[in-house]
């Protein structure tokens, strides 16, 4: 007897291509229902439509096609069991040797803007996963296949051993859970997301879009994944060129967005980005002038630096961007005649992501037996509600440039310090164990450009040192959270030095 494929797939690349060598070649029978069987058929391939074969015609409007025990018995059945071959003969079911199913587009609905809850309701495939599953439950006797790219290798096994090898069959056993779990995880996220409840459970689930060189260091396998099934983020950039992304590439990357888009709608703005902290953050009258500013701002830490800017790319800009060495540079559009320019860069990656405000709504770290998930930092700083402490208050021009530094610090890693003026990062103390080794570092940096500058810190001030350090470095504005139980020290010390302070009553600490 032929042997029996069952097909039924919303994703229909290569099925008929793959239906015919099942026929011709193979000698396969085809059952099939819905769109499948019209689309075998329209091919002129011999099918038999899952309600024919069943005696039972598709109700409810198709719900119900497959859910049936001449279906699932041919499925699940073990033939190596005499009483469920027994079962299959009495009852006229032929066993199925091969199940191509994948599910109703959810993930594709529930990205339209404009989807109702019933629109996402309607494309919870229910008949799908249970043969899926069933499939994979039994794949000692039968083959899943659940993504049109197994097509190949399921022939190949074919032709080579004239069956599918049992180690291949539990390979694919294996995609088509993962398959179901992130779809059902799919589903959950977004009921979830309708009744803005929290769950007890967090799911995780993407779809690899690539194997990275190495991670971190060359010694750690490493792999990028796309959550969803619509690309957005990185996954949705175009890269018009350069080499492959690394891992450190896509890390940078992101803490390059996560600045610049503080700024998507401010004046021209750019940042460059070294090891996950800005070397040098700016605004300029042009995205131009923006650049240059943030290179200046410290060009030795820039070399081999990831760019990231809040303006398409012009001419003159890409110029400036050929004449150091840099990893990348991301924008939200490129002219052609910047692109034309940047093209001399060969290795230089260039990536257009025209929404670079679409950040992930969660962080995620993992720790041993387990991982921690809290909502991203983003937050947006509001001026009006800041506390304005000191009894010498802010400009609207100091106001102004406090707001820059804040919009930096808060990407900055803790313990934070940023000193500005002028829209530009004038120094930058990262990630040091206490607050006035970061102030130290930041100072010493920005040197004899401190004298009337700004300074922005991640955390409050436990002690007025750093205030005190600050005022001695020429500092004339003090951005902070506040909320130490010494906030009255540090105000004081400033009221003594002359300096404006103001109290956000947001911390903002990254680790």
Known sequence: MARLALLSVSNKTGL????????????????????????LKAAGLPVTKVSD?????????????????????????????????????????????????????FEQTIAKPDVTLEDAIE?????????????AKNFANLTILCNPNQYDTYLEELRKNGEASIAFRQACSLQAFKHTASYDAAIAAYLEQQLEQKSETFTLTGTQIQELRYGENPHQPASWYQTGATPTGWAAATKLQGKELSYNNLVDLEAARSI???????????????????????????????????FNADSTSAFGGIVALNRAIDAATATSLTKTFLECVVAPGIDSEAQTILQAKQNLRVLILPDLTNGAKNNVKQIAGGFLVQAADDIVADPNAWQLVTEKKPTPEELAELLFAWKICKHVKSNAIVVSNDRTTLGVGAGQMNRVGSAKIALEQA??????????????????DSVKTAAAAGIKAIVQPGGSMRDADSIKAANELGIVMVLTGIRHFLH
């Open 123 to 135: 494309q919870i495939d229910i008949g799908g996963p249970a043969m899926v599953r069933a499939s």
């Open 16 to 39: 008929v291509e793959f239906a015919k060598q099942l026929v011709e070649e193979f000698g396969f029978d085809i059952i099939s229902s819905g769109g499948t069987a019209q689309a």
């Open 447 to 464: 040197g004899e450009k401190a004298q009337g500058a700004i300074l922005a810190s991640d955390g409050f001030f436990p002690f007025d």
């Open 260 to 294: 610049i888009a503080e700024f998507a709608n401010d004046d021209p703005a750019a940042t460059i980005i070294k090891h996950n902290n800005p070397c040098g953050s700016a605004m300029g009258s042009s995205i131009a002038e923006a650049y240059e500013k943030a």
């Open 53 to 105: 074969y069943t005696g039972s015609p598709e109700i409810l409007g198709g719900r119900v096609k497959t859910l049936h025990p001449r279906i699932h018995g041919g499925i699940l059945a073990r033939r190596d069991l005499p009483e469920h071959v027994a079962d299959l003969e009495a009852q006229n079911i032929r066993p199925i040797d091969l199940v191509v199913v994948n599910l109703y587009p």
